[in-house]
């Protein structure tokens, strides 16, 4: 089962947190460096933050820089996006990413909604 999952979106007062989650529940991505992304209405997909699976690297995107950060969870083979602090900008689809060779793998998504 190829597939990453994401969950954990919803609706989120500014100023608020919420956390994302990527399962690989076929344990096909294991080892491998995790990406998040986000699309909002009428926007190109921007990348967000990257984490290496053995933990030793991540890096977050300026616009969430100081506000969100990423972590995984070995035993249950899961990435984390700790979104806090939240904008109205923030406001979009959320996807996680693997990049293995030349192919891209997608989540199908988790929306998240910002309200002032």
């Known amino acids: 089962q190829v597939q990453l999952v994401e969950s954990g979106g919803g609706l989120v007062q500014t100023g608020g947190s919420l956390r994302l989650s990527c399962a690989d529940p076929?344990?096909?991505?294991?080892?491998?460096?995790r990406n998040w992304y986000r699309q909002a209405p009428g926007k190109e997909r921007e990348f967000v933050a990257r984490?290496?699976?053995?933990?030793?690297?991540?890096y977050l995107s300026d616009s969430v820089k100081g506000r969100f950060t990423v972590s995984r969870d070995i035993t249950k083979n899961t990435v984390y996006l700790q979104m806090n602090s939240r904008k109205p900008d923030d406001a979009a689809i959320y996807y996680c990413?693997?990049?293995?060779?030349?192919?891209?793998?997608w989540g199908q998504g988790t929306q998240v909604t910002v309200s002032s």
């Open positions: 990413n693997v990049k293995l060779g030349r192919k891209d793998y």
């Open positions: 076929g344990r096909t991505f294991s080892g491998y460096q």
């Open positions: 984490l290496n699976w053995d933990g030793s690297y991540t």
